[in-house]
Structure formats: C-alpha cells, structure tokens
C-alpha cells in the first residue's frame, strides 16, 4: 500500500540553525512527493514538489531530494526563522491515482529567537 | 495563481442548524475536494469531485452533503452536526487536465465549532 512516514515531534530549533525532517515513504512505481506547510491559524501551503527520482524541489530556502533508492524525501533548509515556525506535512500521490493524497503525521518545528 | 478561497473563515453552530461553507477557485482546474482536519493531525479526505460530478465519497456521514454547482464552486452543506465534527474543513482543487496534474492546491480552511 501507499503511505508516509515522518520524523516526530515537536522541533524545537534556534534561530539561523539547519533543519532537517525526516520523510520516507512506501509506495508502487514512481510517486509524486509534496511538503506542505500549515502556519499556525491557516490552511495548508505547497511548500514544494518533485514528481521523479532524483528531482530536488526547492521554495523559500526549502529543499528536498527525491531519492528513489533509499525512498526518502527529507525536508532541509540551512538556517531557520522564527517565521518558519509551522507545522510540516510530507505527502506522496500515487503514480495512477492522483486523487489520493497521502500524508505524513506532520512535524511541528518551532524556532526561537 | 494557486488560489483557493473558503468561506466563512469561522463558523460556529447549534446541532439543529443548517449552514454550507463555500469554496472557490479559477484556476481552471476540474477536481475538487473536502478534507477535514482535527487538531494536530493531517487532512482528512471527505469527498471528491471530478467534472462536477461526485466520484469519490469517503463514507462520510449524510449530514456532511456536497454540492458542485459549476466547475470553479464546491460548497458543503451541514445539517444536525454533532460536536465531534468540530474540525478544521479545507478545500482543496487539483488541475486534471494538465500533464500529470498531481498537486493539489488548499484553501485557508473554514475553522468549524459545533456546539
């Protein structure tokens, strides 16, 4: 079957610090990979994307890579914010059935000043 | 533009009330979706529309009831909700037509309490 695994929480960082949350997933053929983010109070945000192996999908200082062999798509970005705290959610959409969404438990991170 | 828009943004209702909450989107895409969302968990899928017609219902209880009027409006009427739908219902929309079109897009969410 299809699913997520994400790192647990809270995260709790200093600003400027390098994060890294953990996502690998189970999945038929080749997946599409999503992080979205929720603030606090909103709905969830396309952080960023990668539909194929090895596709690093990049936004606001975000990265992740598609790594097929290890089935991973691990959140990074090198120096945190305060405006970065927001709960994360790593999702995959199957390669047939894209109406299914699946997602991770979601990662809280909180960043201090 | 990724836009998605819901309303009302909160909504707050007895348990013999009827309300609907609205979303929108003109982006053209032809799939929409409700999720629902509790308190620090992820989304939820309720219903799924593709071309305006109900394609996928997640055994979602009759007092939720869909309603895609044209390809850009989903609205989800609420009828004797209990206190345990209070939740967070977001909207969500995903371009059919286009490649893949594999990213769905979310609204800000209507923040629902029933009390």
């Known amino acids: 079957g299809n699913s997520v695994t994400q790192m647990e929480g809270p995260v709790t960082l200093s600003e400027e610090a390098f994060l890294t949350i953990n996502c690998t997933y189970t999945?038929?053929?080749?997946?599409?990979l999503f992080w979205y983010v929720q603030y606090p109070g909103e709905g969830l945000q396309l952080l960023l994307k990668?539909?194929?192996?090895?596709d690093k999908g990049s936004n606001k200082g975000f990265e992740a890579t598609y790594r097929k062999e290890t089935t991973s798509f691990h959140l990074e970005k090198g120096s945190v914010q305060v405006s970065d705290s927001a709960v994360y959610f790593c999702?995959?959409?199957?390669?047939?059935?894209?109406?299914?969404?699946?997602f991770g438990t979601g990662t809280r991170l909180t960043v201090i000043p | 533009d990724t836009e998605v828009t819901q309303t009302p943004k909160h909504l707050v209702m007895g348990m013999t009330n009827k309300k609907s909450l609205k979303c929108e989107q003109h982006?053209?895409?032809?799939?929409m979706y409700w999720y629902k969302q509790k308190a620090k968990k992820p989304p939820e899928l309720m219903f799924v529309?593709?071309?305006?017609?109900?394609?996928i219902n997640e055994s979602v209880p009759s007092r939720f009831s869909p309603e895609c009027p044209n390809s850009s409006l989903l609205n989800l009427h609420l009828h004797a909700l209990q206190p345990e739908d209070s939740a967070l219902y977001l909207c969500?929309?995903?371009?059919?037509?286009?490649?893949?079109?594999?990213?769905?897009?979310f609204g800000p969410g209507t923040r629902l309490l029933v009390l």
């Open positions: 999702a995959l959409t199957p390669q047939t059935g894209a109406n299914n969404l699946f």
């Open positions: 982006m053209g895409h032809r799939a």
């Open positions: 969500a929309s995903r371009d059919w037509t286009s490649g893949r079109g594999e990213t769905q897009y």
């Open positions: 999945a038929t053929g080749y997946p599409s």
């Open positions: 990668a539909t194929k192996a090895d």
């Open positions: 529309y593709s071309y305006e017609k109900l394609s």
